[in-house]
Structure formats: C-alpha cells, structure tokens
C-alpha cells in the first residue's frame, strides 16, 4: 500500500519570503506521479505542481518548485517570494502509473504573515 | 471559474433522509471521482468512474450508491447515514483514469449529519 507522510501540521511564512514544505511516501513501484494541491478556505482543491517519477528534473511552475528526491521517497514543494494569497492547506499527493487512486496527505497549513 | 460544479453546496439532513448529491463537470472528462474529506485525516477516495462505468468501490458502506448516468455527471445517493459521514465531499475529474492525469476538483459538498 502506498502511504503518503506530511510531518508538519502547520507552517507559517513571512511575505516575500521561502517556504519549503516536506512531503515522503512510500511506493514499491517504479513509474508513478506526485503532485501538490492547494486548498484554500473557499476549499477547491487546485493543482500547484506535478511531477513525473521518471524525470529527474524537478518540475517547476512559477513561484513554485520541488525537491524530487526519488532514492529518499521525498517530494518537497518550494514557494518562492510567498504572497497573501498563498495561505492554504497543500496537500501532497501520489498515484502509480497503474493505478487511478490518488493517495493524499493529511496536508499541511500554510499561514502567509505581512 | 471552476469546471467541475457541485451542488449543494451545503446539506444538512438527519439520519433517516434521503438525499442526493450532485457534481457536474464541464472539461470534457472521461473519469469521475468521490472524495470524503474528514477533518484530521487525508482525502479518501470512494468511488472511481470511466466512461461511465464503475472502475473502483473502495470499500464504502451501501448507504452511499454512486450514480453516473454520463461522464459529464456524476451522483452520491444518502440514505440512513450516519454521524461519522459527516464530512466535505469532493468530486474530481480527469481526462482518463491514468495515473498520469491530474485531477480538476469541485467546491464540494459540506455534509453535516444530525
């Protein structure tokens, strides 16, 4: 089974400033996808970042950048130049390739201050 | 704007009602998903649907019956739940049930249970 871990239940970050948060799994596959969601009180949860396991590149969108570390299992998400609007709950999420089941975190807070 | 619309946006309904939950997606999807979302605990997945056909149950009680009639709709049928279902109900699309394929979610329903 595969089983994703979020360590830190709540992370805060001044504006302007970097924020990295954790993210390990645990996977017997190969081939398989990671992704980070943001869900911000209005609760839609919105795609950040997504990252195919087989890349070694680590993706990037903007502000936003991960730590692929796919010998450790660890997936970190990386937020550049945090804004107001950044604070949210982002989850940290796995699929295999063979599969259509997303495993999610329990997610962590992120509280943006001015 | 999002493309996936689920109503209501609130419920409140006592054990013994009926009731159904909505979502509609507007993507061009083929996949639907069920999540409940509870409060400490990660995004479950409930029910996977492709091309209108059921892909995946995971083990959910029959007090909840999933109906999708196109891809482009999906239901949750309620009926005699129970004060632990009460949670954030998410609907997810994608294009297909790959691994590979990010999920586009809706507002959910917040279903509280009397």
């Known amino acids: 089974a595969q089983t994703v871990t979020q360590s830190q239940p709540e992370m805060s970050v001044q504006e302007a400033e970097t924020v990295t948060l954790s993210c390990t799994y645990d996977t017997s596959e190969s081939d398989y996808y990671l992704f980070w969601y943001k869900q911000p009180p209005s609760r839609q949860m919105i795609l950040v970042i997504r990252q195919e396991a087989y890349k070694q590149q680590n993706a990037t969108e903007n502000r936003f950048s991960v730590n692929f570390q796919k010998a450790a299992k660890s997936f970190s998400l990386k937020i550049s130049d945090s804004q107001l609007g950044d604070a949210a709950m982002y989850f940290c999420?796995?699929?295999?390739?063979?599969?259509?089941?997303?495993?999610f975190g329990k997610g962590t807070s992120l509280l943006v201050t001015p | 704007e999002t493309g996936v619309t689920q109503t209501p946006r609130h419920l409140v309904m006592g054990m013994t009602n009926k009731k159904s939950l909505k979502c509609e997606q507007h993507l061009g999807h083929n996949a639907m998903y069920w999540y409940k979302q509870s409060a400490k605990k990660p995004l479950e997945l409930m029910f996977v649907y492709s091309l209108e056909e059921r892909v995946e149950n995971n083990s959910v009680p029959s007090r909840f019956s999933p109906e999708c009639p196109n891809s482009s709709h999906l239901f949750l049928h309620l009926h005699t739940l129970q004060p632990e279902d009460s949670a954030l109900y998410l609907c997810a699309s994608s294009q297909d049930s790959q691994g590979d394929q990010p999920q586009h979610f809706g507002d959910g329903t917040r279903l509280s249970i009397l």
């Open positions: 999420a796995y699929t295999s390739n063979s599969g259509y089941a997303l495993n």
